[in-house]
């Protein structure tokens, strides 16, 4: 399975639809602390708006939902593992990627055969505390050697001027948040993002063909 490298997380389907009016091929829709109906409604919208666009919806956490509103993707935490029905999002078809921390977690997510791994976070990140220091780039390159073919996503403090050095050391796709949706024009940090993104992707494409 593929996965697109640019991988914008965003908190609404508004979100959604700016990001792949921009270009971007693969969103994320993480939506915290909303009752049941708030969340189906993003849903819904934010898988609209990515069918038009010709893109991949994830939707972060609520496996339940996705599962009812037949989306393609789910991303879950390790906490979500220990209640998710992996085998009921395997007999629908929805792929599932799974964060990972630490050697212990990428352990288990691989015993789950999830559909790509994620790690984090890479640097500092101030969207949330984390229990888990700065994983740095060598340990993408470690977790790039344990996940062998599997899609892996690096997250946490990346920026622009990091991307290049999260491809070189083996990722196949870098997550964003902040760096993003709390920048002061958005629209045009996105397209840096997807422009930097595309060379890195053409650059690693090139070394090893």
Known sequence: MSLAPFYPI???AAWVERLTRLGAKLVQL???EQPDDVLRQEIRMAKRTCGRAGAQLIVNDYWQLALEESCDFVHLGQGDLDTADLQALRRAHIRVGISTHDHSELERALAQQPD???LGPIYPTVLKQMPWAPQ???RITEWKRRVGSL???AIGGLTVDRVPGVFAAGADSAAV?????????PDRRTREWIEVVDRCV?????ATS
Request: hydrophobic residues 40%; without cysteine.
């Open 136 to 138: 740095g780039l060598e």
């Open 116 to 118: 790509y791994i994620a």
């Open 202 to 206: 053409s650059l690693q494409s090139k």
């Open 30 to 32: 993480r939506v915290k």
């Open 177 to 185: 948040v902040t760096d993003i949706v709390r920048n002061a024009d």
């Open 151 to 153: 899609p892996l996503v």
């Open 10 to 12: 965003v908190d609404s």
